[in-house]
């Protein structure tokens, strides 16, 4: 018998963060462990430089951000944009979606009974 693991999408309310903030992102919380390998190997490459490490994360971000319905994806610019614009208003507001997102794939690789 052949299992096929879907992707897994949880959403992310923003109000967490901020009750003025009513929208919601998704998180494909199961990525290969490939996927996470590369932004490990990314994160604690000493010989990248940190903008181009910044570059990779993005990219991996939007990767992970993506996986939900249409219309809900993000691309690396529009990672770029939000973390710049947040940076001036709400500078906690990047560390904490990030920080989020990793604990969300971590809480679901650490669960053992699925439910």
């Given amino acids: 018998m052949k ?3 879907p992707k897994t999408v949880t959403p992310l309310e923003l109000s967490e963060y901020s009750h003025a903030l009513t929208e ?3 998180v494909w919380v199961n990525p290969p462990r490939s996927l996470i390998n590369q932004f490990a190997e990314i994160f604690n490459d000493p010989e990248i430089g940190q903008d181009e490490k910044f ?3 993005k990219k991996w ?3 992970i951000w993506s996986q939900g319905a249409e219309g809900t ?3 690396v610019d529009e990672v770029a944009e939000m973390f710049e614009s947040s940076k001036e208003t709400d500078p906690q507001f990047y560390p904490w979606l990030f920080s989020r997102t990793m604990q ?3 809480e679901h690789r650490g669960i053992v009974k699925k439910a």
Avoid: V
């Fill in 61 to 63: 971000l939007s990767e």
């Fill in 55 to 57: 570059e990779a994360i």
């Fill in 104 to 106: 969300m794939i971590a």
């Fill in 3 to 5: 299992i096929n693991i």
């Fill in 24 to 26: 919601q992102m998704f």
């Fill in 73 to 75: 994806h993000w691309t």
